[in-house]
Nanobody, 125 residues
Framework: VQLQASGGGLVQPGGSLRLSCAVT????????VGWFRQAPGKEREGISR????????YYADSVKGRFTVSRDNTKNTVYLQMNTLKPEDTAVYYC???????????????????WGQGTLVTVSS
């Protein structure tokens, strides 16, 4: 199983980026995918989740209204559109896959079995 996150980079405050997470090695349509981020010196934070079929998507309060998650099951890829970026969004962003998890684990790393390597997003002028 591989998850490949890409699309990170340097962007000015107020700008936009779109991250991609390409998934191989599992039945993509049966898995939910979550996005997490980890800033230096901070814990990994769950920010979004898109379910396999129904329910959600779900967003943490810190990104609600600015980020949009979507998935293309024909390409086995999940996207995270990030708008109105702020310096506090600076972090390494990870995608992760989960087949089964309780709702209370939707934003917890413990709810995900497979992880990508991360892509760095830097928001700075």
């Amino acid at each position: 199983v591989q998850l490949q996150a890409s699309g990170g980079g340097l962007v000015q405050p107020g700008g936009s980026l779109r991250l991609s997470c390409a998934v191989t090695g599992l039945s993509f349509g049966d898995y939910a995918v979550g996005w997490f981020r980890q800033a230096p010196g901070k814990e990994r934070e769950g920010i979004s989740r898109i379910s396999a079929r129904d329910g959600g998507p779900y967003y943490a309060d810190s990104v609600k209204g600015r980020f949009t998650v979507s998935r293309d099951n024909t390409k086995n890829t999940v996207y995270l559109q990030m708008n109105t970026l702020k310096p506090e969004d600076t972090a390494v962003y990870y995608c992760a896959a989960s087949r089964y998890s309780l709702e209370q684990l939707y934003f917890s790393p413990d709810g995900y079995a497979y992880w990508g390597q991360g892509t760095l997003v830097t928001v700075s002028s």
